[in-house]
């Protein structure tokens, strides 16, 4: 009948140059029970943030979400609270608020050579190879891809570090630099998709007065217009062709209506998604 207590924390309550992307671990007396949301706050700067709380035994690991890169000098405090209990319902016997302070940043942003063009930015690529320079002696690493990548600087500065992308997802890729004196730049944020998969069509449908054209993904909206096209009997029907959502294209005849009778929609290979991919393969159908 005994209350779990705290045994300790990582990093240690009042510990000053924690890193920007914290997972806070407090170690109890006795293995804990999946925790209430009611049982504990993170907030960062004196304010509640959306956090999560994940148990490992006698652990409980707490980390923000989503994990963005704190600014330096930020304090981060934790309450633990009664609620929190052991495996068969004992409270904490000894709530308490832990609290830490993010490292202060001596060290300059890197300037990046090979920054992605666009955010997102799409590519047919499975891996993406930062370049730049920052200070010396300077070890700089790419989080947020299919594995955390690092490298260090040369003697004049110079970087050059290849991060592996996750396929088919937005990787969100945070990229910092760490001198031998643990100071850490400001973070810099990218976003790429790693996209080699062909679009195609999924369906078209007729409504009488226009022709909708559903693609599996997002396509490029410049290569959609000489892509359609409607012909009728007596030759091709006059209209314009734009897109209606992402992964959407419209046909909508210069008429008022389209034209009696049979219709044949054709799409092209020139269609191509975000990442350059031409469409899988031509697609037709009659009306």
């Known amino acids: 009948n005994i209350g779990p207590s705290v045994v300790s924390s990582e990093p240690m309550n009042g510990a000053r140059g924690i890193g920007p992307q914290p997972t806070i671990t407090v170690s109890f007396s006795e293995a804990m029970a999946e925790p209430s949301a009611d049982a504990w ?13 994940t148990v490992s035994g006698e652990k409980i690991h707490f980390q923000p979400e989503p994990d963005a890169p704190l600014d330096a000098e930020t304090e981060v405090t934790l309450q633990l609270d009664a609620g929190l ?13 832990l609290s830490f302070t993010t490292a202060a940043s001596e060290l300059e942003e890197p300037t990046i050579h090979s920054e992605p063009p666009t955010s997102p930015f799409y590519v047919c690529a499975s891996s993406w190879t930062f370049s730049g320079t920052t200070a010396t002696r300077t070890k700089v690493r790419v989080e947020g891809g299919a594995t955390t990548a690092e490298g260090w600087t040369d003697g004049e500065g110079n ?38 998969e062909p679009p195609r069509v999924v369906s078209a449908e007729s409504t009488g007065e226009e022709i909708v054209v559903h693609f599996s993904e997002p396509v490029a909206a410049a ?31 210069a008429a008022a209506t389209l034209p009696a009778g049979g219709l044949l929609l054709a799409v092209s290979q020139e269609v191509t998604d975000l990442a350059g991919n031409a469409l899988v393969y031509p ?3 009659l009306f």
């Open 159 to 196: 970087f050059s570090v290849k991060v592996s992308l996750v396929p088919n997802r937005l990787n969100r890729l945070i990229l910092t630099a760490e001198d031998w004196d643990r100071n850490i730049s400001s973070p810099l944020v990218y976003e790429i998709v790693g996209d080699c």
């Open 283 to 285: 697609y037709s159908e």
């Open 85 to 97: 209990t052991d495996v068969v319902g004992n409270s904490l016997v000894d709530p308490q608020s």
């Open 223 to 253: 290569t959609v217009a000489s892509a359609i096209t409607v012909s009728a009997a007596d030759g091709p029907v006059a209209g314009v062709i734009g897109l209606t959502g992402e992964a959407e294209a419209t046909f909508t005849p």
């Open 41 to 53: 706050q993170l907030a960062i700067g004196g304010n509640e943030v959306p956090a999560s709380a």
